[in-house]
T-cell receptor, first 116, second 109 residues
Framework: IAGITQAPTSQILAAGRRMTLRCTQD?????MYWYRQDLGLGLRLIHY???????GKGEVPDGYSVSRANTDDFPLTLASAVPSQTSVYFC???????????????FGPGTRLTVL | GQNIDQPTEMTATEGAIVQINCTYQ??????LFWYQQHAGEAPTFLSY??LDGLEEKGRFSSFLSRSKGYSYLLLKELQMKDSASYLC??????????WGAGTKLIIKP
């Protein structure tokens, strides 16, 4: 593994089904994030984790949950998918949560999710 | 509320210079980031500004004026591979990134 991986790459899901998007990083970064990206809108933060064992809510957390059992993994779960959750989901990580020169967020390749 | 504004789309010619503007209103300020995103791919980091002034990195430069809530990304000697969306993001007082919708840059030969 090099950087951040996400799985699956894409998924079509029936409304009402439960779905977990997986995210794994091998950079030993403390902070991890889940975003959704919709056409015409900026990336929106769903949930974040500043360090293993802690999580927090972002701008659009409703309908999503996360866990951070260890440093490397940060799965995102949709408990009961709805069509408005159709989006591209990006996982990202950074060394620390703070802003600093070159403390940029590294992004995974994304998961394209369609809820019908 | 928090808001990041940038033009939706810009067109420029190969070899030319283009400036992409970004204005912001956020709760606190802990730096401004520019990212590049090619279609269908993940965003990748370009630059970070936390103090007023110009940061230069090869063909790309980024400018910040905190008093005006304004930044720009300057791309010189444009190449076809620079066709992408450019995302402006501000880190607020809670260390969360607030993202603009992105500027789609089209490069014509």
């Amino acid at each position: 593994i090099a950087g951040i991986t996400q799985a699956p790459t894409s998924q079509i899901l029936a409304a009402g089904r439960r779905m977990t998007l997986r995210c794994t990083q091998d950079m030993r970064h403390n902070a991890m994030y889940w975003y959704r990206q919709d056409l015409g809108l900026g990336l929106r933060l769903i949930h974040y984790s500043n360090t293993a064992g802690t999580t927090g809510k972002g701008e659009v957390p409703d309908g999503y949950s996360v866990s951070r059992a260890n440093t490397d993994d940060f799965p995102l779960t949709l408990a009961s998918a709805v069509p408005s959750q159709t989006s591209v989901y990006f996982c990202a990580s950074s060394d620390t949560p703070e802003g600093a020169a070159y403390n940029e967020q590294f992004f995974g390749p994304g998961t394209r999710l369609t809820v019908l | 509320g928090q808001n990041i504004d940038q033009p939706t789309e810009m067109t420029a010619t190969e070899g030319a210079i283009v400036q992409i503007n970004c204005t912001y209103q956020t709760s606190g300020f802990n730096g401004l980031f520019w990212y590049q995103q090619h279609a269908g791919e993940a965003p990748t980091f370009l630059s970070y500004n936390v103090l007023d002034g110009l940061e230069e990195k090869g063909r790309f430069s980024s400018f910040l004026s905190r008093s005006k809530g304004y930044s720009y990304l300057l791309l010189k000697e444009l190449q076809m591979k620079d066709s992408a969306s450019y995302l402006c993001a501000v880190m607020d007082s809670n260390y969360q990134l607030i993202w603009g919708a992105g500027t789609k840059l089209i490069i014509k030969p």
